[in-house]
């Protein structure tokens, strides 16, 4: 029998999931590893200034690699340029001027093609809306981009699990690389060319005017299109699926005022963070105040920062923190979306543009009726620590 306070609206939780205890340290693969699950011991070390360093998505390949790293990646003030250079094109003036009529365009054209055939794959619409809107911002303009949302489509598939067998894991490399190649020659190339001869009001103009080299441009492409594209596609199908399931919650945020719906959104997001993980890797002895004392964080730990459990830390989100609640009292500390856009100087530059993203397309999603065909599948990816939502279909009620 499930006690009330094991219930839970958590749609994407896996095996294994923990909350307790606050930190710990562990051995992964050889490597010391603090765990990290309480919020203000995960909140303080992404706040921190200095001291550590990106481990997650491939950080260990790219930072050993030749190319100039994305911002994603980078420390100091290296990192502070490029999050002041990106920084707006995602502010909400930018979002209101340059990119909503887009979103609205977009959504409009997406679902009454839902609409139209009376059933369909919900997460797939949202993929394209959000990589249509990523291409404008980062001017991926200048090819089919029809072409281009097939190919990203594979590229961002769940790869195998790190234990798979090794055939399959080479096999997906090289279908990453042959991936990234026509990417480059079909989509950047293309792009890079166009504003080269003619710069324009988005990223890669920018990196341009910087003095980037080609392969560069690749790469900054490649983390805008991880980040902005797969992010927000899992966003908009959690948020879905849950506002389907819920009437209550669904009549909510179609009557509620822009705040009301953000605060919805909100809720969702820290429930069903879309980065179960953020890791950080010590690059110097650290120390961080916990309840029971110091933790002295040696130089080359690993640091593993679950969002799941920072974002259901009961001391700051309340009793029943696993349960989807609008109306929950929050410490001050913390915002509505917990940890869900990160926190510090590495906080994710594009959640104003996610939530605009979100917002806009359920709106109209949800002037219909829709309900749920069967149950979605929850894979995930180990590259960006995230879970994939696929086969969301839904069907038109009549």
Known sequence: MTSDADRTDRKTGRPGDRRHPAYEFVERGGRPTLVLRSFSLASALLRLKEGTRQAGFSADVVL?????????????????????????????????????????????E????????????????????????????VGLTDSD????????????????????????????????????ARFYLHHVRPAVRARRAKPRDDVISRLIA??????????????????????TRQFISVAAWHLLERPDLRARFVAGSDDERRRVLQEIIRLDSVAGHLLRTATTDLT???????????QG???????????????????????????????TEAGPSGLAF????????????????????????????WTLVGTPTIGWNDVVLAFDISDLVVRRVS
Do not use: W
Request: glycine share 6%; with cysteine; charged share 25%.
């Open 210 to 231: 910087q003095g980037l080299r080609d392969r560069d441009l690749l790469v900054e492409c490649v983390t805008y299109a991880a980040a902005g594209m797969v992010t």
């Open 301 to 331: 730990t690993l640091i593993d920062l679950e969002l799941g459990a920072a974002n259901t830390d009961e001391p700051v989100f309340g009793s029943h923190p696993l349960l989807l609640d609008p109306d929950r009292q929050i410490a």
């Open 110 to 137: 997406l679902v009454t093609d839902l609409e139209r055939r009376g059933e369909g794959r919900l997460d797939l619409a949202s993929f394209r809306l959000a990589m249509r809107v990523v291409c404008e911002v």
């Open 288 to 298: 961080l105040d916990a309840a029971d004392g110091a933790i002295h964080i040696p």
């Open 342 to 369: 990160g926190a510090g100087h590495h906080s994710c530059p594009g959640e104003y543009l996610a939530f605009e993203e979100t917002d806009l397309f359920l709106q109209r999603f949800l002037r219909s009726e």
């Open 64 to 108: 050993a690699g030749p190319l100039r790293p994305p911002m994603l990646y980078v420390e100091g003030a290296a990192h502070r340029e490029q999050r002041r250079l990106a920084a707006v094109f995602f502010t909400p003036k930018a979002v209101a001027t340059k990119h909503r009529q887009t979103i609205v365009t977009l959504a409009d």
């Open 145 to 180: 981009i029809g072409a281009m949302e097939r190919l990203l489509d594979r590229y961002f598939q769940t790869p195998p699990a790190p234990d798979a067998p090794r055939l399959s894991r080479l096999r997906r490399r090289v279908l990453e690389q042959v991936i990234t």
